[in-house]
């Protein structure tokens, strides 16, 4: 039966092969110089349409641009155009991508970052940036969106289901962004625009609540217009505010005489803090293209990208443990009065005595940069087309965190804390003593330690050359297929972390208080019950009163530092379809794509019994495999311009990077003499699945369309992460031994093989969801009343009976089965517009149902949370003067994002337990563009 369900996808594509044969040589092929005339025609026509597309102008010129390519292309696919790019208050490309159907964003610092595609994580869908697979910043290969600007993008399609051409495709889906080709537009263009924000949170400490954007783009060609070039360049430096109240975790059951006043059964977590997170997000882009032909027969692209951010922001963090008081238990006790519970068992509020709070800074500074370059040569021989691409791609980031603690001094002054997690829409904590006089906080090598700092840094390359071939389909072949497409592909990627880390100590002097000229100024916590407290220089205080030294070489250091190699060698080939079968038009491919593998990863474990300085030893993992991947898709031309799609593929999604180091983490059990550890797997495959699709679209010209799509996908390989029994720990048994033998209990001998924690595959399980699409102008229904308006809806409906394991860093999760981390059930889009004489109003409100999330904890590593849907609705009007105004080519604009002023929640379990409690507050932006 499993040998039976692996072969399905096979079977059907070589059946439907047999039928595309049958029909096709019932039928008058032309001759191949028919084909290549009718393909010119074709070229041409297509290139006339396309350069008329460009110069459309206005919401419903991008939403009829983005409608064509959906129609004309041969996959199931959802695009956005150039004119819809920004018309929103897109700060990065993530935002304009997030409005597509089946497509839920997740957002970072208030902004759209990372994208989920039909209910999956990002780690099933694959970017690309003008057909070439990126780098990342992150410690995974899912792209951070946000560095890309909106503005420096032509548009973007997603592919939903794949062809065997396109390389890099992920398993839920592909998403190409695209910059402009200048040879494309008729005429020199040179456009200009400047944005200005504010964040409704207002300015706090050393940071402005105000911000800036601005681009300049330029698209020019030659006189003979052989030659097309075109630059852009785009600023942002975007305010960081945010308020955010936080519960420690786990959330734990209390046992019975646990602490004064909590009743045994009680779910309790242990701490609360508050904090306001001030600083700033700033972001340099620059993209050109230089265009050559000089001739019908050589087309010759090179692409440039260049992106540099930098993020500076301090936290400003009241806390305090809530049965922890430098005693464990408190002494004297952390006792409970006017204690509430809830029907769920959950702990909702109540007054604890003696506890030790503390005020504590933190600050990011992080630098990321990405480079990309990108060669192409197209070569037109006779009815061959012969394609050359190059590309090469690097991304670093330099993280450094920082964190240092001050307390109530001299004496250790206990205090009361009133807490109600409940409250709206923050939870509340109220302390009986004052913390804004920053004269009576000291420094100091407190019970919670003085501070700790971490230095991540990530490097990334990708190199890729591809050479592709198009050609007529050959002798007999002719009268069954177009045209072929057969090609090679070959990556070569590089990605390594590393972490040094270390304590961050008060120095000589001794308990200090932080002098005036460090210190920034109060912050209002006032939203979660505390009041005022200080905020200062943190990198400041570290440097004059603290010392700090980050190393990476200690025991628990080491396994944090890894690098993964990966070369992946792809061959494909295509056939094209562009026939008839009975008086109903079918269109396009069938094919398959054969990826061979190489990856491994280079890491280091603990060896004590090496001399000093050479404990580090490493480790080289690996594997090789080989996938096959056929695909089929056709799109059925029906009368009254209907389309139905229907697509067979087997897809793949490699292994997330950070899950493929070969970092080991080793301990022993005293108790029981069993050795355990942890850490990634080399030898990792991808996620496979059998996928199928089917779309029906009913178009009214380029004006509008309604859709429905299905999807089915039977993973039948899965990643996930389980402890296995029997592994091997010879060596690191060895190493422990010598250094901790003798301390061993009396009768306790230690094994060889243990546990081992780690990803593995194993078997997956289906998924599958429906997406309900309608883009239309309301004149089309309601008459010419209602000339101008117009909608774009969507709606997805999600399900999948996939359980993996939580990870066991992800103490918030729990120890059950989870679902697919990304997955809402239900993700809703409106967009609601109206464009006339100028005057354009649109209003966007996307929705999206709970999920669990991937977030990045203090410690630097992947977590999970629980996170509660989100409602968030933007909105812009804007102006442009027309020809007849002396002011023509000038737009004057008005945005707001986030209206709703959503907050970002995550809970532990059920939603009465809460974790973060998030709000980056209303932006409004106020712009001008002017276009010549």
């Given at each position: 039966m499993v040998q039976l369900k692996r072969n399905l996808l096979s079977v059907a594509l070589a059946s439907a092969t047999m039928m595309l044969t049958a029909q096709a040589h019932a039928q008058t092929a032309p001759s191949t110089g028919q084909a290549g005339e009718e393909a010119a025609a074709k070229k041409k026509a297509d290139d006339a349409k396309t350069l008329d597309k460009v110069t459309v102008t206005g919401i419903r010129g991008g939403i009829e641009r983005a409608i064509d390519i959906k129609k004309d292309a041969t996959s199931i696919v959802e695009a956005v155009s150039a004119e819809d790019i920004g018309k929103l208050p897109d700060v990065s490309i993530a935002e304009s991508i997030a409005r597509l159907p089946g497509v839920a964003a997740q957002r970072v610092a208030g902004r759209a970052q990372v994208i989920s595609v039909r209910g999956l994580s990002p780690d099933f869908a694959t970017t690309l940036l003008n057909g070439r697979e990126l780098v990342s910043t992150g410690d995974n290969r899912s792209v951070e969106f946000d560095q890309y600007p909106s503005e420096l993008m032509a548009g973007v399609t997603l592919y939903k289901t794949p062809d065997a051409a396109l390389v890099g495709q992920g398993l839920s889906g592909t998403i190409d962004m695209r910059t402009v080709r200048p040879l494309d537009y008729d005429h020199r263009v040179i456009a200009l625009s400047g944005r200005w924000q504010r964040n409704s949170l207002g300015s706090a400490a050393n940071a402005d609540a105000d911000g800036n954007r601005f681009n300049a783009s330029y698209i020019g060609q030659s006189a003979d217009r052989k030659i097309g070039f075109s630059i852009g360049y785009s600023h942002s430096d975007t305010p960081i505010q945010e308020n955010q109240v936080g519960l420690y975790e786990p959330w734990f059951e209390a046992g019975a005489g646990w602490r004064p006043g909590i009743a045994a059964g009680t779910w309790f977590s242990d701490g609360i803090k508050a904090l306001r997170r001030t600083g700033y997000s700033k972001r340099d882009g620059v993209m050109g293209t230089l265009e050559f032909r000089p001739s019908d027969a050589w087309i010759s692209t090179l692409d440039v990208f260049h992106s540099q951010a930098t993020q500076e922001d301090t936290a400003n963090q009241f806390e305090s443990h809530l049965y922890y008081n430098g005693d464990y238990p408190c002494s004297p006790a952390c006792s409970w009065t006017n204690v509430g519970v809830n029907g769920n068992g959950t702990l909702t509020g109540g007054t604890v005595a003696n506890v030790y709070p503390l005020v504590r800074g933190m600050y990011n500074k992080r630098k990321d940069k990405i480079d990309a370059f990108g060669w192409r040569n197209e070569f037109f021989l006779d009815q061959v087309k012969l394609t050359a691409d190059f590309s090469w791609s690097k991304a670093k980031r330099n993280e450094i965190n920082l964190e240092n603690n001050t307390q109530l001094v001299p004496s250790k002054q206990l205090d009361t804390l009133t807490v109600n997690y409940a409250g709206s829409p923050f939870p509340q904590l109220k302390p009986g003593r004052d913390y804004s006089d920053p004269t009576?906080?000291?420094?100091?090598?407190?019970?919670?330690?003085?501070?700790?700092?971490?230095?991540?840094?990530?490097?990334?390359?990708?190199?890729?050359?591809?050479?592709?071939?198009?050609?007529?389909?050959?002798?007999?072949m002719e009268n069954v297929f177009s045209g072929i497409n057969a090609g090679v592909n070959y990556s070569d990627r590089h990605k390594q972390k590393w972490q040094p880390e270390g304590g961050i100590n008060v120095g000589a002097q001794g308990d200090t208080t932080i002098a005036s000229d460090l210190q920034y100024g109060l912050v209002d916590l006032g939203f979660a019950g505390v009041g005022l407290i200080p905020s200062w220089n943190v990198p400041g205080a570290v440097s004059r009163y603290m010392t700090f030294n980050p190393v990476d070489n200690l025991d628990y250091l080491i396994p944090k530092a890894w690098a993964v190699d990966e070369k992946i060698g792809t061959g494909y080939v295509k056939a094209n379809i562009d026939t008839t079968w009975g008086s109903v038009p079918v269109r396009g491919n069938i094919g398959v794509q054969i990826q061979h593998t190489d990856q491994s990863s280079d890491s280091r474990y603990w060896d004590a019994t090496q001399p000093a300085g050479r404990q580090a030893l490493p480790i080289h993992k690996g594997a090789k495999y080989t996938d096959v991947l056929p695909s089929m898709n056709l799109a059925f031309s029906l009368e009254n311009d209907q389309t139905l799609r229907v697509g067979l593929a087997r897809q793949v999604a490699r292994a997330r990077v950070d899950q493929m180091r070969a970092s080991l983490d080793f301990g022993?059990?005293?108790?029981?003499?069993?050795?355990?550890?942890?850490g990634g797997n080399p030898e990792l495959r991808p996620w496979r699945a059998n996928a199928f699709d089917i779309s029906y679209e009913k178009y009214f010209g380029s004006k509008a369309y309604v859709a429905a799509a299905y999807f089915y996908k039977d993973l039948v390989n899965y990643i996930y992460t389980a402890t296995r029994d029997g592994y091997d720990f010879t060596d690191q048994v060895a190493s422990w031994m010598a250094v901790n033998g003798a301390s061993l209990p009396p009768g306790v001998t230690v094994k060889n093989t243990g546990n081992y924690t780690a990803q593995f595959n194993g078997k997956g399980g289906k998924m599958q969801g429906l997406e309900l699409t309608a883009s239309m102008p309301l004149d089309l229904v309601f008459g010419k009343a209602f000339t101008g308006f117009g909608v774009v809806a969507s709606a997805t409906f999600n399900?999948?009976?996939?359980?993996?394991?939580?990870?066991?860093?992800?103490?918030?999760?729990?120890?059950?089965?989870?679902?697919?981390?990304?997955?809402?059930?239900?993700?809703?889009?409106?967009t609601a517009y109206y464009e006339r004489n100028g005057f354009e109003f649109r209003v966007n409100n996307r929705r999206r149902s709970d999920f669990i999330g991937e977030i990045g904890n203090f410690d630097g590593q992947r977590t999970l949370r629980y996170v509660v849907g989100e409602n968030i609705t933007d909105a812009q009007v804007s102006y442009a003067f027309?020809?007849?105004?002396?002011?023509?080519?000038?737009?004057?604009?008005?945005?707001?994002?986030n209206l709703g002023d959503e907050s970002y929640r995550t809970y532990a379990g059920s939603k009465d337990r809460p974790l973060e409690t998030v709000k980056w507050g209303r932006t409004l932006l106020f712009g001008v563009n002017y276009k010549f």
């Open positions: 009576k906080l000291y420094l100091r090598n407190t019970i919670y330690g003085s501070g700790y700092g971490k230095m991540p840094k990530v490097e990334d390359e990708l190199k890729s050359f591809r050479f592709d071939a198009e050609f007529p389909a050959p002798g007999a022993v059990n005293t108790a029981t003499g069993v050795p355990g550890g942890g399900d999948s009976n996939i359980t993996i394991a939580a990870p066991e860093n992800t103490s918030s999760i729990g120890s059950d089965p989870i679902a697919l981390p990304g997955l809402s059930r239900r993700v809703y889009n409106l027309g020809e007849n105004s002396s002011l023509e080519g000038l737009s004057l604009l008005l945005q707001a994002s």
